[in-house]
């Protein structure tokens, strides 16, 4: 039993193999329907053709004997009585195959062929009394009897019904014996055809297979040099793969267009709403006879214009990164000295902030500044989306080479469906509930980018109404 392969027949394969509305099983079940009924219209044409050519020849033996044996009775008859007249040319008639009887009017036998009167054959066909007038095809007894009834007449009187039984047994038996043979040969090559047939077709269809594999894996950065490169392959199909390399390239244009454009008009805009932004601060510092309303809004313009500030950085940092502009300045950073540095910055937060740092120093290769950004950002959200008074804490560790930053809360917490989604740009839990906090939605985009830039990795633990575990990890210095 361990020399059979093992079938890795997983639940998902089995139904791509069987799925209805895929192309490989549509041609497949297509093509073999219209090959069995091709086949079966030919073998039913084939057999119906052999029992008419069978029967046709037999027919036309018994017509023969239904035409000529008034004559041979009438000529009998000149020389002795009708009825030995009868019997005669009965008996001249009657072979191994064809039996005769005449019966009169009343439905008594007239006479008959020898071996019906001995009861050694077709004992049962006299019995009769529904045999046609045109021949037909009769299973009596187990054999295959030719039947037929006419009436007849001999110098003008009826003597009564003349009947023909021809035994076709034998030919009828090779007939069926060879449209069984015809039927089992026609389902083996049904079945084989509808093997290769289903073969053929899921090679052909490879390449339409390997365009998708292959475009699949394509990414936004890569869209411009993609190649489909494929052997082989139809010439229709490869025509395809040429238009959609075109259109990736197409797409590449108008993805780094609009790339461009974003880039520049948050490049644009940020200078003049910087400006803005400090006459306002200015005119807020300065304004010591303004009423409260006039400082009300003054200071919700000035908070306005830095968030909007903060957005066109955003942009232009994932701008920098999508063109691959994004440039790092890699050093050795003591990660627990960062740390504490950013606990002195964080200190104005109205909520209490804990750092747990290990013994030992930790050292990365990364950014400084970048990997400032990253935790400050991280803390931000901590802050804004906490509403309990438990405080938020960092964590250092060193785990498995790696060093491992967490920042924890038991704020809002982020439901499961939109953990995976929060580091998507623009995306935010809740449009309503995040409004208030200011925050753009780029915030986790531009971390993970740059987390992954210093060659680390981010992810998030959170539950609902109990909080949020945000974990860098980042390579150490070697
Ligand atoms: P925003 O500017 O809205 O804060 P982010 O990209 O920083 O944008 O975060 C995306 C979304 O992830 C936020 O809108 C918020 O819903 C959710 N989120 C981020 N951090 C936390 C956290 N610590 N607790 C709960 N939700 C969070």
């Known amino acids: 039993m361990k020399f059979l392969p093992r079938l890795n027949v997983t639940?998902?394969?089995?139904?791509?193999?069987?799925?209805?509305?895929?192309?490989?099983?549509?041609?497949?079940?297509?093509?073999?329907?219209?090959?069995?009924?091709?086949?079966?219209?030919?073998?039913?044409?084939?057999?119906?053709?052999?029992?008419?050519?069978?029967?046709?020849?037999?027919?036309?033996?018994?017509?023969?004997?239904?035409?000529?044996f008034p004559h041979d009775v009438e000529i009998y008859s000149d020389m002795v009585s009708i009825q030995e007249g009868t019997q005669k040319a009965i008996d001249n008639l009657t072979n191994t195959n064809t039996l005769l009887w005449v019966k009169t009017p009343q439905g008594e036998i007239f006479a008959q062929s020898m071996p019906l009167k001995m009861g050694s054959r077709g004992t049962q066909l006299?019995?009769?009394?529904?045999?046609?007038?045109?021949?037909?095809?009769?299973?009596?007894?187990?054999?295959?009897?030719?039947?037929?009834a006419t009436d007849l007449k001999v110098k003008g009187v009826t003597l009564g019904e003349f009947y023909i039984a021809q035994d076709i047994t034998g030919d009828q038996t090779m007939f069926l014996s060879l449209m069984r043979s015809l039927s089992f040969a026609s389902l083996i090559t049904i079945v084989c055809m509808t093997v290769v047939i289903a073969w053929y077709i899921k090679k052909s269809l490879q390449p339409l297979n390997r365009i998708s594999q292959l475009t699949a894996n394509i990414s936004a950065e890569q869209l411009g040099e993609a190649k489909i490169q494929l052997e082989n392959a139809p010439s229709e199909v490869k025509a395809l793969a040429k238009t959609l390399e075109t259109t990736l390239m197409r797409l590449s244009e108008a993805w780094e267009d609009q790339r461009q454009l974003v880039s520049n008009v948050s490049h644009?805009?940020?200078?003049?709403?910087?400006?803005?932004?400090?006459y306002l601060q200015s005119t807020l510092r300065r304004g010591h006879n303004l009423t409260d309303i006039q400082r009300e809004a003054l200071e919700t313009a000035a908070s306005e214009a830095d968030r909007t500030i903060q957005l066109l950085q955003d942009l232009l940092d994932l701008a920098r990164a999508d063109?691959?502009?994004?440039?790092?300045?890699?050093?050795?950073?003591?990660?627990?000295?960062?740390?504490?540095?950013?606990?002195?910055?964080?200190?104005?937060?109205?909520?209490?902030?804990?750092?747990?740092?290990?013994?030992?120093?930790?050292?990365?290769k990364a950014d400084k500044n970048r990997l400032k950004q990253v935790l400050l950002n991280l803390i931000d959200n901590a802050v804004k989306y906490s509403q309990s008074v438990e405080p938020i804490i960092i964590k250092l560790d060193q785990e498995k080479g790696k060093a491992k930053l967490q920042i924890c809360d038991r704020g809002i917490g982020i439901p499961l469906g939109d953990q995976t989604r929060i580091f998507e740009r623009f995306y935010r839990v809740d449009e309503a509930r995040s409004r208030h906090t200011g925050g753009t939605g780029l915030g986790l985009s531009i971390v993970k980018t740059l987390v992954e830039g210093m060659g680390?990795?981010?992810?998030?633990?959170?539950?609902?109404?109990?909080?949020?575990?945000?974990?860098?990890?980042?390579?150490?210095?070697?």
Not at 271 to 277: A, I, N, R, Y
Not at 357 to 362: E, I, S
């Open 268 to 278: 644009e805009l940020r200078t003049p709403l910087t400006v803005v932004s400090g």
């Open 323 to 364: 063109s691959g502009r994004m440039y790092f300045h890699f050093e050795p950073i003591i990660l627990n000295e960062l740390l504490a540095e950013i606990q002195g910055m964080v200190s104005q937060y109205p909520i209490l902030i804990k750092f747990s740092l290990p013994a030992d120093q930790v050292i990365v």
């Open 11 to 68: 639940p998902q394969k089995l139904k791509n193999v069987l799925d209805p509305t895929s192309l490989r099983v549509r041609l497949t079940v297509g093509i073999a329907a219209v090959s069995i009924l091709g086949l079966s219209g030919v073998v039913t044409w084939i057999s119906w053709r052999m029992q008419n050519i069978l029967v046709v020849t037999h027919k036309n033996n018994t017509k023969y004997i239904a035409d000529r």
């Open 456 to 478: 680390g990795t981010i992810g998030v633990i959170s539950q609902v109404d109990q909080g949020s575990t945000f974990t860098v990890i980042l390579p150490l210095y070697r």
């Open 126 to 148: 006299v019995s009769l009394t529904d045999i046609p007038t045109q021949p037909d095809l009769q299973l009596v007894n187990g054999r295959y009897w030719l039947l037929c």
